[in-house]
């Protein structure tokens, strides 16, 4: 158990920190509509999960390369780090944290668009922000429309009568 406490002493702030860059890399990805032409969720998500394998091996390898730390530990390192990439993500994904993060984004379009002379505003715009943030929110509207139009098809076939057969 000591051993345990003493390697996240030593690495639990830089896997928090390399976790939270490989979710928001994918999510990037995600937001630049790399993975569109996929059709299939399933394929998406083993793609999504691929990418984590990768990005966790590879940031522990930057980690270790950087900071000169002996490539003995490397391996439980990564596989340390993939284990906390994928928990924060779930954790992102399923306990209103994403619901969160849109949720301020649309604060700052609302405080934006009711104060455009305030020093905040003009520094989000003088950086892009604002403009990132609208095309976050159209998408998450687009999103949830199709979602309710898939929902709502699904709901009008199961509802269907068919015909007794003879």
Do not use: W
């Not at 999960?49 to 000169?68: C, E, K, N, P, R």
């Not at 906390?84 to 649309?106: D, N, P, Q």
């Amino acid at each position: 158990m000591d051993k345990i406490f003493a390697y996240m002493q030593t690495y639990g702030l830089p896997i928090l920190v390399i976790a939270v860059c490989v979710i928001a890399f994918i999510g990037l990805l995600k937001f630049f509509k790399v993975f569109n032409k996929i059709e299939s969720k399933d394929v998406k998500k083993c793609i999504y999960y691929a990418l984590d394998v990768i990005l966790a091996f590879g940031g522990a390898a930057i980690y270790f390369a950087t900071f000169h730390i002996d490539f003995a530990e490397f391996v439980g390192y990564a596989f340390a780090q993939l284990g906390v990439t994928t928990t924060l993500y779930s954790i992102y994904e399923h306990f209103g944290i994403r619901k969160l993060f849109h949720f301020v984004g649309g604060l700052i379009i609302e405080h934006i668009k009711k104060n455009p002379e305030s020093q905040f505003a003009k520094s989000v715009k003088k950086i892009g922000l604002d403009k990132a943030l609208e095309d976050i929110q159209a998408q998450i509207a687009e999103r949830d429309t199709k979602a309710a139009e898939e929902a709502k098809k699904a709901a009008e076939a199961q509802q269907q009568p068919t015909a007794p057969i003879q």
